[in-house]
């Protein structure tokens, strides 16, 4: 059974920091492109990062210098480190793995950014 399980979220002051962990099982980690997403309040779901099999990593330009994905293959865990918090990250974060075009979803963890 598939499960990416997201963790860290919670309530911080703007420029603030956080790190979320996404821990994977059923699925072949280091075989699935990672990647986190984020869907505000009345929002479309739209990407935030990515980390490829072989550790290319992509970012959404709103957070590019801000926010760091990393992953640690020995653990099935995907990381993503979030610093200089703006309000408008608030959002309820997702990670996503995907192999052969077939994404899998976590449930979500909620980040709020207070000003």
């Known amino acids: 059974q598939v499960q990416l399980a997201e963790s860290g979220g919670g309530l911080v002051q703007a420029g603030g920091s956080l790190r979320l962990s996404c821990t994977t099982s059923?699925?072949?980690?280091?075989?699935?492109?990672l990647g986190w997403y984020r869907q505000a309040p009345g929002a479309q779901r739209e990407f935030v990062a990515r980390?490829?099999?072989?550790?290319?990593?992509n970012y959404a330009d709103s957070v590019r210098g801000r926010f760091t994905i990393s992953k640690d293959n020995a653990k099935n865990t995907v990381y993503l480190q979030m610093n200089s918090l703006k309000p408008e990250d608030t959002a309820v974060y997702y990670c996503?793995?995907?192999?052969?075009?077939?994404?899998?979803w976590g449930q979500g963890t909620q980040v709020t950014v207070s000003s």
């Open positions: 996503a793995a995907t192999l052969f075009g077939n994404t899998r």
């Open positions: 059923g699925i072949i980690f280091v075989r699935n492109a």
């Open positions: 980390i490829d099999t072989g550790g290319v990593t």
